[in-house]
């Protein structure tokens, strides 16, 4: 994407600089927050209201005071625009929520499919109003009217127009745009004042107001309805031809050659023509020694929808095939290399480059038999089904957990990508490094984990300091020599300085590279904070609180994925910074305890000496010039 440092050489004397932000504020490269869109934690709630389960569910209070501090905190995050388009269906969500939150306990562990208490169907049909009304063209304006705002206003200092980004990104998916694109567009009207179809590139003769006037009517563009058709190409030896519903499985090497129009005619030869006529996709072997890019062909036609998010939806549907068919007779999964899609008869996008053969059991002739076999056995009846009715909830969330379990006993598992799936068991497998790591120090792990989560504050401090220098050297810009000076200190190898005293005495000069200019008050903060001991505890008291939402998160995200409750990938991968950090903490620290031979609780319990001094007033840059004294004292005296 556009960014900022990109595009910043390009305004003229007169742009101001709340454009900029506005501009980088569209930039996704940066990290993401912790504060979840409302409309991400709300689709989590109604996740919950309608398919956990057990006693671990919501009779949990933990998990019930985790959505609320979820919902608290994105609720907070709210512009002073999109609050008054959502503040009736808020409200009565928030107080359907809460009369939940209340019920008696024979209530909250009332099963899935068996809640139809008022305080269930209440819950959930606010919910769905609420998302409702943020998805509407008002909302999606008003959310880019608070990003607007944001960008103007200059007093703020921290990152506050990340979560209204990211609230607008999912306002965009959720409409049915493609939400990359958009943000593409945006930064085209707002940086340059062209449309997105004007060519050549150039910057255009807009006014400032015509420009923010235009981005605003773009993020309400309805989306297109019309035929969408997805053709998906796998690698792995499955030759098979089969259709059923709205999805056909299709032999690529036989169905390739035969799309040119002078040659054996078949159903949908006319589409897969359109595809492959330059040659460019689903290529397939000519000569013995030849390698073909794709094995296999897999038509779904979506009917008359949105084209964004259709290559997904595409995937998902023949994922259900799959998973049903691998589950019931084994074989291996095919892997997915190419696609191409299709909007009302014409190519709309499609996917060049080959994703190479992995080294798994793409060349199992067994295995891929098996699954060829399973496909033609289960496809037809579940596409057939799949075109009558969409799949059932309860049936898709029991497959996609059987799947998981099947995961590690797949064919092909010997080397792979990493999966959401892999990502996701990330938490458990941290969880128990921490309860380990306790049992070595006798502890009990409770105690351990509130340990370790007093030290994520100034962890993150030091993480976000450095983060932040990095964020100025990126580059771009007319001083070349003093970015070359400042990146050769930061990443020497044998720094004479410690690098907290490269930030404070190099301040001026880092934020004088600084081209992002949305995050340049965060990172003057950041940098000030290493010299001024106020500022590091006002960012000390931000992460503390941000630590304690983020412990209930992972808490409750340990808890669905060990019980099998909603925990959607977004929701995990919020907290695996998170818990990475306190089983890396645990690990790191039970080892250093080991290997100088001290009391693994001491060692757990311990503080380093920086931390002391900055809790006692000290700012960082203090302490490490006394220290530095000393440490010359000290070799300067001969006795």
């Not at 209530?107 to 008022?118: K, S």
């Not at 940086?191 to 923010?212: C, H, M, T, W, Y």
């Not at 700012?619 to 440490?631: G, H, I, K, N, P």
Request: glycine fraction near 6%.
């Amino acid at each position: 994407m556009m960014i900022d440092y990109n595009v910043s050489n390009h305004w003229s004397a007169d742009d101001p600089d709340w454009l900029k932000s506005l501009v980088s504020s569209l930039d996704r490269n940066h990290g993401r927050s912790t504060v979840l869109p409302l409309t991400v934690i709300v689709e989590e709630v109604l996740e919950w209201l309608e398919i956990a389960s057990g006693v671990d569910a919501w009779k949990n209070s933990a998990n019930r005071t985790s959505l609320q501090l979820d919902l608290n905190e994105a609720i907070g995050a709210l512009g002073s625009s999109l609050r008054p388009h959502i503040a009736a269906p808020l409200a009565r969500f928030k107080t359907a929520f809460s009369k939940l939150d209340g019920s008696p306990k024979v209530v909250l562990a009332q099963p899935p499919g068996t809640r139809t208490d008022a305080v269930w169907t209440d819950a959930i049909r606010t919910a769905e109003n609420l998302l409702e009304a943020l998805d509407t063209d008002d909302a999606t304006r008003a959310s880019w009217d608070d990003l607007v705002a944001t960008a103007q206003n200059r007093t703020l200092e921290g990152r506050e127009y990340r979560p209204i980004a990211e609230l607008l990104f999912d306002q965009l998916r959720r409409r049915g745009l493609s939400a990359e694109s958009m943000f593409r567009d945006l930064i085209s009207i707002v940086a340059f004042g062209r449309n997105r179809s004007d060519f050549p590139i150039g910057q255009k003769d807009v006014s400032l107001e015509q420009r923010i006037l235009s981005a605003r009517t773009h993020v309400s563009t309805p989306t297109e309805v019309e035929p969408i058709v997805v053709w998906l190409g796998y690698q792995g030896r499955a030759f098979l031809h089969l259709s059923a519903g709205r999805i056909s499985f299709i032999d690529a090497h036989w169905a390739v050659p035969n799309a040119e129009p002078d040659r054996q005619d078949f159903e949908h030869k006319a589409e897969l023509w359109e595809l492959v006529q330059d040659g460019d996709l689903f290529k397939v072997a000519e000569m013995v020694d030849d390698e073909s890019d794709v094995d296999f062909l897999v038509r779904v036609d979506l009917g008359r929808t949105t084209a964004a998010g259709a290559l997904s939806r595409a995937v998902r549907i023949v994922n259900t095939i799959l998973n049903v068919s691998i589950h019931n007779s084994r074989g291996i999964r095919p892997h997915l290399a190419q696609h191409g899609l299709l909007r009302s008869g014409r190519v709309s996008s499609s996917s060049f480059g080959v994703s190479v053969r992995e080294t798994e059991f793409l060349d199992d002739h067994y295995g891929a038999s098996i699954t060829a076999k399973a496909i033609e056995e289960h496809g037809p009846r579940i596409a057939s089904a799949l075109a009558r009715e969409e799949f059932p909830r309860f049936l898709e969330a029991a497959l996609e957990a059987q799947t998981a379990a099947n995961h590690p006993f797949r064919r092909e598992m010997s080397l792979h990508k990493p999966s959401e799936a892999d990502i996701s068991s990330v938490i458990p497998h941290a969880d128990r490094v921490v309860q380990n790591v306790a049992a070595h120090a006798a502890l009990v792990p409770g105690n351990l984990f509130n340990l370790l989560g007093e030290r994520w504050p100034h962890a993150r401090w030091l993480t976000d300091v450095r983060r932040a220098v990095q964020m100025c050297l990126l580059g771009g810009g007319n001083q070349d020599g003093l970015l070359r000076e400042l990146t050769r200190e930061w990443l020497a190898n044998n720094a004479s300085r410690p690098w907290i005293l490269f930030v404070a005495d190099r301040s001026g000069d880092l934020l004088s590279l600084c081209r992002i200019e949305s995050e340049r008050a965060w990172i003057n903060r950041l940098l000030a904070s290493v010299s001024d001991h106020t500022k590091y505890r006002a960012l000390i008291n931000y992460y503390a609180t941000e630590s304690d939402i983020l412990k209930a998160r992972r808490g409750r995200v340990r808890n669905s994925l060990m019980h099998g409750n909603p925990a959607s990938f977004a929701i995990v991968e919020s907290v695996r910074e998170y818990a990475e950090f306190l089983s890396g903490s645990a690990l790191s620290l039970g080892l250093e305890s080991y290997v100088e031979g001290t009391t693994p609780a001491v060692a757990l319990m311990k503080r380093t000496e920086e931390f002391t001094a900055m809790q006692a007033g000290q700012d960082a840059a203090s302490y490490w010039r006394s220290r530095l004294a000393t440490r010359d004292k000290v070799s300067a005296d001969p006795t």
